[in-house]
Each structure stands twice: as C-alpha cells, then as structure tokens.
C-alpha cells in the first residue's frame, strides 16, 4: 500500500518535469545548448507565464523552430533575441534589457537590501549606545533613590 | 519624528497593497506592440483567390487601411467577421491576412460568410505573422497611407469597440491622407 502511494506521488511530481518535444537535429551539443538557453530566455507571447521551451502552445512551436532556423544560419544569440524583441516586444525577455525603464527592475532588490541593512545598523547602534551609556544616567535624583529603594526591597524579599 | 518613523513600514506596507491591487486589474493580454511606428514588414506572399497574382507590401500604401489577421480555426474570427463586413459596406478598407491556415477552407469561408476584404493574403506558414508578431488571431493593425503601422489591437472588433475608440483612429489616418 505504502509503496503504491509511493508511485502514485512520484508520478504526480514528474508532471512537472514535462516539457515540449521536439525533433531536431543539431550540428553540434554547442549548437544544442544554445538552442535550449534560448529558448528558456524567451517568454511566450501566448502564455505569459512559460518560456517558449515549456510551451505547447502552436505560437510557441513556430517561435522554436525560428531559432532553430537561425541557429542553422550561424546567428549570434544576440542576433536571434533581438530578432524576436523587434517583433513581440521586450515583452519577450525574461531578463529584461538595462534601460531607464527597467532600471527600478534591476536595482530596486539591491536598494531594499541596502536600505535594511542601514536601518538594521542603525538601530543595533543606537541600542548599543543607550546600553554602554547605561540607562540610570538619565534619570533625575529623586528617580536614582526610588530605583535603588526599589533594588533593594527585591534583595530583601529573595 | 520618532513617530513618523515608526509609521514608515506600515505607510510602505499600505503602499504595495495599492500597487499589487491595481496589479488584480491590469490586463496582461494587452500587449504595447512592437510594430507601432515601423513601416508594414515586406512580404511576397499569394492571394487566397485562385488566379490571383502575389500581394507585397506594396499594396498597401496609397490608403490608410486596416489589416486584419484572421483564420478559419478562429472561433473569434467567426464572431468578428460580420462586424467586418458591415464596416466594409461603410467604405472602410480592410485587407486580411489569411493565418495559418488551409487555402480552401478559407475559400469556402469567404464564399459563405462574405468577403470583406480589399486583398486577400495568404499565409500559410505563418511568416507575415511572425514579421508582424502575430501570437493569436484576430489581431488588427491600423496602417496609415504610407505603409506604417500605427496601430494595433488584439481581439475582437466588435461595434462598440469600433464606435468607441477605433473608428476615430482610423478616421484620423483617413485625414491625415487627404492632401
């Protein structure tokens, strides 16, 4: 029984691993990977949320083979994404270009960080100053007594 | 100010609840195309009509028009078409581009539903389309007289839409042309 829900698990989680398939025949593996860095770079159009290698979609397909096509023509990897951004967009990167426009995009994970860090110093620096300070230097005469009274009423009662 | 500091994180936090609610209404199939304001891609490709000769880029310039990618396995297309019709009958000029898709169903499709187009281009492969960053159908760009794109909407036209918002774009290409 254990074993069998073992299998039915494991096959529900390989669902995910599923991915277009297609045939093509490529001169060499360089060739091959940069067909598949491609083509997990780019969005498909259709379905916003998959790059074109995980696509099933027919726009997705036709989006492959062009690649491929212009793998087989000797075009850099620059050429062949600037090929598709003139067409669909910027839209189609997943890692969008540096421009005024997306440049919050690219800093603003950074920003955040800085910004908390700075804050987190701050504060451990304050904190660390009220200590050393040491907090009984602030107050007036008639408080210093009533702390002390109030010291030794607890030494008496342990 | 210690107070307006301790507000900080609270106004941040109320901050990107406005943004990623507005986020809940964005559409996200409305895509900025990258066409608008380049000239229409050069094709060679051949009319749906038999008989017919090759239609080019070149056909298009002279009127402002609207190019209207369509096919027959487009359940949408079936739904815009008399929309179409009804706005050639009005004198607007709207070529199609046949996406996609099996020359004699089209044939067919034209004969039955009627022929609003001006030109009748052929795609079958898909490469006006790719040119034109076609990733569905319907999809309609407005192409002003001297062949550029200035235009394009996804979808459906339908009479409001049309009424609405593109008829005055058009218009303003139909002015424009006028010398």
């Known amino acids: 029984m254990k074993r069998l829900l073992l299998v039915c698990c494991l096959m529900i989680a390989s669902l995910g691993a599923m991915a277009a398939i297609d045939t093509y025949e490529f001169d060499s593996e360089e060739q091959r990977a940069r067909f598949y860095y491609l083509s997990s770079e780019l ?22 083979r062009e690649i491929y096509r212009m793998l087989q023509e000797d075009r850099s990897n620059e050429q062949i994404v600037d090929f598709m951004v003139e067409r669909y967009g910027e839209f189609v990167r997943y890692r969008p270009a ?4 997306t440049a919050i995009l690219w800093f603003a994970p950074a920003a955040f960080l800085l910004a908390g860090l700075f804050a987190l110093v701050f504060m451990l620096r304050r904190r660390q100053k009220v200590y050393r300070d040491g907090a009984a ?20 009662n342990d | 100010m210690k107070r307006a500091l301790l ?49 080019t880029e070149q056909d298009l310039l002279g ?18 078409h008399p929309v179409l019709n009804k706005l050639a009958a009005e004198g607007v000029v709207i070529h199609g581009v046949n996406y996609k898709d099996d020359t004699e169903a089209a044939r067919k499709w034209l004969r039955d539903l009627h022929d609003p187009y001006d030109l009748n281009i052929s795609d079958p492969e898909g490469l006006l389309g790719l ?11 407005f192409v002003d007289a001297n062949g550029v794109i200035r235009y394009k909407f996804i979808g459906v036209i339908d009479e ?20």
Not at chain 2, 160 to 179: F, G, I, K, M
Request: glycine share 4%; hydrophobic share 40%; aromatic share 10%.
């Open chain 2, 63 to 80: 009127q402002p028009s609207l190019v209207n990618v369509w096919a027959t396995w487009c359940v949408a297309c079936w739904v815009e």
């Open chain 1, 98 to 101: 540096l421009t005024a426009q």
């Open chain 2, 131 to 141: 040119d034109l960053g076609v990733y569905g159908a319907p999809e309609t760009f």
């Open chain 1, 137 to 156: 230097e602030h107050l007036s005469p008639e408080e210093q007594q009533r702390l002390k009274s109030l010291l030794e009423k607890k030494d008496r």
């Open chain 2, 7 to 55: 507000m900080l994180p609270l106004a941040l936090f109320l901050l990107m609840l406005v943004f990623l609610f507005r986020g809940l209404y964005l559409d996200n199939e409305d895509l900025p195309s990258a066409l608008v304001g380049k000239r229409f891609p050069a094709f060679t490709l051949p009319s749906v009509e038999a008989g017919q000769p090759p239609v």
């Open chain 2, 160 to 179: 409001r839409t049309w009424e609405n918002d593109l008829a005055a774009r058009y218009q303003a290409l139909v002015d424009e042309a006028q010398p």
């Open chain 1, 43 to 64: 969005r498909c159009p259709k379905c916003q949320n998959q790059n074109i290698a995980d696509s099933n979609s027919p726009i997705a397909n036709d989006l492959r």
